[in-house]
Nanobody
Framework: QVQLVESGGGMVQTGGSMRLSCLAS????????MTWFRQAPGKEREFVAT????????KYADSVLGRFTISRDNAKNTVYLQMAGLKPEDTAVYYC????????????????WGQGTQVIVSS
């Protein structure tokens, strides 16, 4: 099991940028697929982006494609989510997830979750 702690959230104006970080502990993330999910108030949790073990594969939700970039630094046991062109609809709690399989990674099932970090985009 891996422990995940997200940071970097806060409030930003529409059109602004923000970078979220997810620091893992307890084990190395080298063999894990890392994913960001988010959950807005009153809405279901949704997939945001995922990255494979060696960063060779990434996948994004259509709603963030071209605006968000997921990356990882295995040596630092850290995953990042660079967000640009932020919109009010990006307001949510963002969660970092670690999984062993791509199916678990994109669905968040059978995976380890962080506590989340709040992002608020003001209009």
């Amino acid at each position: 099991q891996v422990q995940l702690v997200e940071s970097g959230g806060g409030m930003v104006q529409t059109g602004g940028s923000m970078r979220l970080s997810c620091l893992a502990s307890g084990r190395t993330i080298r063999g894990l697929i890392m994913t960001w999910f988010r959950q807005a108030p009153g809405k279901e949790r949704e997939f945001v982006a995922t990255i494979s073990q060696k960063s060779g594969f990434t996948k994004y939700a259509d709603s963030v494609l071209g605006r968000f970039t997921i990356s990882r630094d295995n040596a630092k046991n850290t995953v990042y989510l660079q967000m640009a062109g932020l919109k009010p609809e990006d307001t949510a709690v963002y969660y970092c997830v670690a999984a062993s399989t791509m199916a678990s990674a994109v669905h968040g099932t059978g995976a380890d979750w962080g506590q989340g970090t709040q992002v608020i985009v003001s209009s």
